[in-house]
């Protein structure tokens, strides 16, 4: 009979002790947990804090006395493990409650202890108002001060939990001003996608100060004020820090586990550690990531969870593998969503992996059913051979659903080509006939075989100055607003003006424009075959040039029906295009 | 330069026209429409009917003006081509506006005339009010039937069409029966799953009317009565025919080309016709069924879009190829949605494919966020190597999501474990950290990894009288309602009661079940384990035995709170299983 010790009761831990049961009913299995609750839903703390999710007693899922009577489960709530003999397989625990120690012995050990928010060392950080969020008792703290009547709060770190209690708190009411040292939210995403998601968040209220920093914390009369590295200060009730999280490596290093490059625990295919009795998993571990191959500390649920699985599997004699991690991340961002898969444009440059990509700005769903708006979709993809390299959208509805395919297609090795013959789900309420998939694979399958030259924004700044930047939108969108230098070609005219056209061309480049890419393909593919060589077509259009010069079209000066009618004429003039897309 | 004709101006052949003018900037493309209207959304039309889609200009995507102005097509419409000369090169049209005849040659024909709405022979059915769906006209009549005070509808036929416009015309506050000739709505989908969309609908004040047929359509003083072959007989203000389309082959016919054996015209993988001249897509062509490699009628809109663009392709000298149609479809009907890819267990066994099945009941997302309800899965399989044979699904939030993802791991020959290994975007609002993709492939991998032995719902009828069925859930669940016969031992009991049920196991089969599957699995781990060798788990549990059996649990002896508790209960005993996929 094996007796497996689990340290850690969430996630990878739960999930790990619940599959050993299930393919061990003799196995004793003992799972010691540091807090106060296991298999709680810790993704759910903002929602609770914001009261979309209005009990508490939701997020607690189950009980040590419900996993004793049904999984027959040990489960000890409050045990700090403080040590491990490897040699003689104990580990040394502290009982919280009464203070004393006992030793508990073990076959198999199991570390799934998770990851603990960074705090920086910054002058003032450990004011009782500078608060983390990643477990039930951190959130009561925050619920605590909200119920005391605090009304105003920074939050410090603009990714995942950063935006996400940022949302919270405005529900409840609170002044909210939101500080990330990158100039955009949501890093982990390049930036041209950040643009709408910064401007959405000013738009419910929250105070956005990107590209800057808390150097220090300060009590103003039991408020915090945080100065900035941008020489501004702000004050609040309270402060939520939010800039990431590290391994809980402690208990690891201490017994001589080895670690990875980044600072995780170093595990197998199997998930084990270095010592083959000691198993870790979830966000205490190194993965390799499966774009890059490169070890990565990817905190996520869904990986921690299957790993847990993998383990319970691995104990009990089985060869079951944990491949990579991908790092599929969604988050909602009030009426937003933002997703990635798969790796970004940074991170392929960082790893120096050659690469082509392609924005698009499809419909969620068909334009003429309510509801839809145009989501932003960025894909990477290897110049060779078009394979999948990532993925990232932001929009509103049917983003998530997107990246899902995205992720899965991924997963399988597809290429761009691949996406072209995706038979996916249509009917008006749910997406295109041509779904914004199908069209960032043939987008980007056109770059491939040469049917279509990109240029793309950040090319903007270098344009030869013999270059001519034709905008083929309608003039009332060229008046509306338009690059500076360039001149205005409506599709409709180009054949017509050839003329001018090929002029231009005998003095330098022509690149083309419209207000999300696809007009100017039209354009391209008319000046290409009628003898333009040296054409090219911005990626993204418009909405990806002002994103990423971040500014997004509703801070422009443009009047809001404007844009609309505007966008109601690209609809009309890209009419073909989005007639394959819309009908039937 | 190539002059090439397109018959019939909507999704394929609108696809093919924009798609050759990108391609070839210099060929002469002409677009022949019977009707009045190219290009237009005829998904949308029941929309329109009942209001979703205020605007009927909404539905009409562009015009011919546009076509000429934007890409150079020459689309004429209302045009009949009543001939093609095929040695001559030459179509004949008649111009419906004048009634003038002509010729106009081609080195190309494309033929993309989609499918007609199926009329039976049934006595009466050329009544003025009994209308079918297919075209703007035909959403005209039926609107303005309801202008003119239509307070009641009739809609024959329960599949895609008919459910539209049956939720269409209750929106339109009129009172509607739906008559379908099987025992269930949505007959594309397997039975069990089709229980509660019936029910959903009656729900919406849909009279239903299943396993029936009309049999004669009188004119009672300008209303129409339907006669049914059960005897009943229906009378309102309009009747509307849904009872699926057939390709619109005469002209193909006459000009001698290949027909299939389904009826449709047969085409290669470049989408041509027996005549290399010619070139079909869309709902008149004979595709591959992805699944079972047979012929096969599927009218969808996305691959009519890319069947068009292949054929773009192919004329232009590329060697694009359409591989296979999987069947990937959606429908909303009201607040639920139904989804099917691949193949389904009636069409399985029609072909003689050998198949594993799991039903699972999963949330949309997360179930501590609210919004969520349970969705049905079912996941078809092939029994030596897991590969991924059909999914449906029947819910509500999420579950076009699932089935795309479903949809792409088919077309990327992905098996079960491939689903286990997924990498999907969790956040509470958007899914689980085990997403229901990933569960069924746990569950299935289960199945075929021999860790659980499933019984199904079809299996009970014919029970061995020797058999003792084993209730898991609580005695309050039990209490409410329960299989016929069954005993009750709850889980958190088993163990317990071992000798009890070693007794029974000596007098025959152990089966077991539970509301939806996961206790039930758990307890034959134990009891498996535990030396009992003949027992097995209802796949889908109580659930999907219901719906089998036509009884959603609403329409039981069901106080409907207690219901609620029930599955209050059954999350909360469930706790484990629903920890890790509820759980970070």
Redesign the interface.
């Known amino acids: 009979m094996k007796r497996i010790v689990i340290v850690g009761g969430?996630?990878a831990g739960?999930?790990a002790?619940?599959r050993l049961?299930?393919?061990?009913?003799?196995a004793e299995i003992v799972v010691l947990e540091r807090d106060h609750y296991v298999?709680?839903?810790?993704?759910?703390l903002p929602?609770h804090i914001g009261g979309?999710?209005p009990k508490r007693e939701?997020?607690q899922?189950?009980?040590p006395e419900?996993?004793r009577?049904?999984?027959?489960?040990d489960v000890r709530t409050e045990q700090d493990v403080v040590g491990v003999d490897r040699d003689a397989k104990l580990v040394q625990v502290v009982d919280l409650l009464s203070g004393t120690r006992y030793a508990e012995p073990y076959d198999v050990l199991v570390l799934t202890q998770g990851a603990t928010p960074l705090r920086p060392p910054v002058p003032g950080i450990d004011h009782p108002r500078v608060l983390t969020l990643r477990s039930i008792p951190d959130m009561d703290a925050i619920i605590a001060l909200i119920d005391a009547g605090a009304q105003s709060a920074i939050v410090i770190g603009g990714s995942?939990i950063g935006v996400?209690v940022a949302e919270a708190l405005r529900m409840r009411g609170l002044a909210v001003d939101l500080v990330e040292l990158q100039p955009q939210v949501m890093p982990l995403l390049d930036p041209e996608l950040a643009t709408d998601l910064r401007d959405h968040m000013t738009l419910h209220g929250v105070g956005m100060h990107l590209g800057t920093a808390a150097t220090a914390f300060h009590d103003r009369g039991g408020r915090v004020t945080v100065d900035l590295q941008s020489g501004d200060s702000l004050t609040a009730d309270l402060v939520v820090l939010a800039v990431g999280v590290r391994p809980i490596s402690s208990l690891a290093t201490a017994i001589g586990l080895a670690l990875g490059p980044r600072g995780g625990i170093a595990v197998d295919a199997h998930m084990r550690s270095s010592d083959p009795a000691i198993y870790a998993a979830g966000d205490m571990v190194e993965v390799t990531d499966?774009v890059t191959g490169q070890p990565a500390l990817i905190a996520?649920?869904?990986?921690?969870?299957?790993q847990?699985?993998i383990i319970a599997d691995h104990i009990c004699g089985r060869d079951s593998a944990y491949?990579s991690?991908?790092?599929?991340?969604?988050?909602?961002i009030f009426d937003m969503?933002a997703?990635m898969?798969g790796a970004s444009e940074r991170t392929l440059r960082r790893v120096g992996r050659p690469y082509q990509k392609i924005t698009i700005h499809p419909s969620g769903h068909?334009g003429?059913?309510?509801g839809s708006k145009a989501m932003q979709l960025k894909l990477l993809f290897a110049p060779d051979d078009g394979k999948i390299l990532g993925a990232q959208i932001v929009g509103y509805d049917g983003v998530?659903?997107r990246?899902?395919?995205l992720?899965?297609?991924i997963?399988?090795g597809?290429s761009v080509y691949?996406l072209?013959?995706?038979?996916?789900?249509?009917?008006?309420?749910?997406?295109s006939?041509?779904?914004p998939v199908?069209m960032a694979g043939?987008v980007a399958a056109n770059l491939l075989r040469g049917?279509v030259v990109a240029w793309y924004a950040e090319d903007y700044a270098q344009l030869d100055p013999s270059t001519t930047l034709i905008d083929v939108r309608s003039p009332k969108e060229y008046a509306a607003w338009h690059m500076a230098n360039a001149i205005n070609i409506p599709?409709?005219d180009l054949?017509a003006r050839m003329d001018e056209i090929q002029a231009a061309a005998a003095r330098g480049p022509i690149r083309l424009y419209c207000m999300v890419g696809f007009?100017s393909?039209?354009a391209y593919?008319?000046l290409r075959?009628?003898g333009i060589v040296d054409v090219a077509t911005l990626s993204g259009g418009a909405k990806t040039f002002l994103g990423l010069s971040g500014t997004s079209l509703a801070a422009e000066q443009f009047d809001p029906a404007l844009t609309e009618a505007d966008l109601a004429a690209e609809a009309?003039?890209d009419?073909?295009?989005?007639?394959?897309i819309?009908?039937?």
């Open positions: 969430v996630a739960m999930s002790a619940a049961r299930r393919l061990d009913e003799q298999s709680y839903a810790n993704c759910g929602y979309v999710i939701s997020l899922v189950t009980t419900h996993l009577a049904t999984m027959n489960l995942y996400e499966t996520l649920a869904g990986p921690a969870n299957r847990g699985r491949t991690t991908q790092g599929t991340a969604v988050v909602k969503t997703v898969t068909a003429y059913y309510p998530d659903k990246i899902d395919v992720a899965t297609a997963r399988a597809m691949d072209e013959h995706l038979e996916l789900a249509y009917a008006p309420p749910y997406g006939a041509k779904d199908n043939f049917d599709l409709p054949r007009r393909y039209q593919r008319i075959q009628r009309q003039l009419a073909v295009s989005f007639a394959f819309r009908t039937i």
